[in-house]
């Protein structure tokens, strides 16, 4: 059992190294009762400056752990890049886990071959990465916005991440006459009453470069209670394998709800992480911070 934090792919890397379906930290984080048990459960975690991410260290304090071998990755994002792996042995301490990331420095066969097998990856990417550890480059803001407000959350969350934006057209775009949803002919109306209508086609629902993002934001406002169904295109035709994906929405009132969980369902990829509602005039402090308490 492996575990990853990653912000630009190289924790991932790493972690895909050792096994082939490493569990996410900040998925995993979402279950309200955190034990594992496993003949041996590793962390692939990066470190920015001496520090491991703050979602990382709940994770270990929260964690209880039941397993003959534990251990810990610890990738070093800076000039120079190590890796180090710390075998804690049975029943591991977690407080002590966390704090012990950067001290251990025990090279053990194991790292050395996972530092062989992920050297020209990390390289490569350490040199791509902020100080601030943000995915830049890797981090992909698709949306969709009818009249403005889910599309200022989108550029507060790119300004936030260093991401790139994509947003959503209809081909055929929604007037105001379309989207007045209290006249019992306009558009959305009827696509609301006859789910067959929703298939809205979209100019285009390809990204350059989309296997290179790693987390996807996908951004919408509610309608009904559920993402505004232009944004269904984008979703079913694109394989969201290996990528974090975040949903975002704005509305006047309703919550979240199931909307994002309709999509994962619909992409049927992908490690959909909750995803957040904010009101229509969201402010930017409120999106920043958000971003933030993700820890990408
Ligand atoms: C067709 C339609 C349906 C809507 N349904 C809801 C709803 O169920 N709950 C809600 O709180 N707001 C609802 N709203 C309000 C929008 O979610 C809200 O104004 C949103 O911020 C618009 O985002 P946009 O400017 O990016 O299009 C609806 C708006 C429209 C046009």
Redesign the pocket.
């Known amino acids: 059992m492996v575990f990853y934090f990653t912000g630009t792919g190289n924790s991932l890397y790493i972690a895909k190294q050792i096994e082939e379906n490493p569990i996410s930290i900040p998925q995993v984080m979402r279950q309200d009762h955190l034990e594992f048990t496993a003949d041996s459960i590793g962390i692939a975690v990066p470190v920015y400056g001496h520090e491991v991410p703050s979602m990382v260290k709940e994770f270990l304090k929260k964690a209880v752990f039941h397993t003959d071998y534990f251990y810990i990755l610890s990738i070093l994002l800076a000039v120079t890049m190590s890796l180090s792996m710390a075998a804690c042995g049975q029943n591991s301490d977690n407080e002590s886990a966390a704090a012990d990331t950067q001290e251990q420095s025990t090279s053990t066969a194991q790292s050395d071959q996972a530092t062989d097998e992920a050297g020209s990856n990390t390289e490569t990417n350490a040199e791509d990465t902020p100080e601030n550890g943000a995915a830049e480059g890797k981090t992909l803001v698709v949306y969709y916005?009818?009249?403005?407000?889910?599309?200022a959350v989108a550029n507060y969350i790119a300004d936030a991440t260093g991401g790139d934006l994509f947003e959503l057209q209809p081909a055929d775009p929604y007037t105001d006459e379309d989207?007045s949803?209290s006249n019992e002919n306009s558009r959305?109306l009827q696509e609301y009453e006859d789910e067959s209508l929703r298939d809205v086609e979209l100019i285009s629902t390809t990204v350059e470069g989309f296997d290179e993002y790693e987390n996807i934001f996908v951004g919408y406002?509610?309608?009904?209670?559920i993402a505004a169904w232009p944004v269904n295109q984008f979703i079913e035709n694109n394989d969201f394998t290996g990528k974090t994906v975040i949903p975002f929405c704005?509305?006047?009132?309703?919550e979240i709800g199931d909307s994002g969980k309709l999509l994962e369902e619909m992409a049927g990829t992908g490690n959909w992480l909750e995803g957040e509602r904010f009101r229509?005039i969201a402010s930017e402090e409120d999106v920043a911070a958000w971003v933030d308490s993700l820890g990408l």
Do not use: F, H, K, R
């Open positions: 916005s009818a009249t403005g407000n889910t599309e989207l949803y959305v406002p509610i309608w009904w209670q704005t509305s006047a009132s309703s229509s």
